[in-house]
């Protein structure tokens, strides 16, 4: 499993006897198994549209031709030039974008404001982008860890969950701060409190692509993958 630094944006990985940083680590299952893979995320819009207006790579710098830290202070209230310092520099990350592609809403969060009010992205953001800035809250974050888990269970058709693997963005670590564990509470409501459960709080989660799509990345989700052997 990954685990990240959100002060650096590293992310580290522990395989067999070596480590590494900014590395991907795999894991092979061989056996009868049957694999449920649920995601959700507990973030929903708030504010208007906006576009994306400049960005380079990783780097998100204006927001409707201003700088991104501006578009954050007219909306929090906070000045602009304290979102480049601690703490809002960082709380950043729980307020991530969304862009709305087909069906599909793509959320993409900040690790930090860098001190020219731009945005350092874990996950790159195309100029053009129409986006508007999410909130999220325990009540939709506890509705989210359920959907996850639901959509897991509907995955196994039927066999009986022996394992989960519980991968959430560290932005649920800091939303739910003041009630820790809750994501997996809200898990067991739904697959029984005797399942075993293991996992980890990451920058960003992939997840399997439908039918012969590529996989894909996420941010501020909730992944919950069921392990079960048929018979």
Known sequence: ???????????????????????????????????????????????????????????????????????????????????SFPPLSHMARLYPLGMEQGEELIVRAPIRVEADGSFRMNASVRDGADAFILVGSRASCHQAAQQAAQQALRELNGVKPAFALVLVDIAWQMLLKATPGAEISAIQEIIGENVPIAGGYTLGQIIPGKETSAPGFLNQHIVVVLFGEEK
């Open 1 to 83: 499993l990954s685990s990240g630094d959100l002060h650096t944006g590293n992310t580290y990985q522990i395989a067999g006897n070596q480590t590494g940083t900014g590395a991907l680590a795999s894991l092979i299952f061989s056996s009868n198994l049957r694999i449920g893979v649920g995601r959700a995320h507990g973030w929903d819009p708030v504010g208007g549209h906006m576009r994306v207006t400049r960005s380079r790579g990783f780097w998100l710098r204006t927001l409707d031709a201003r700088p991104a830290s501006e578009t954050y202070a007219e909306l929090f209230g906070s000045p602009a030039r304290e979102w």
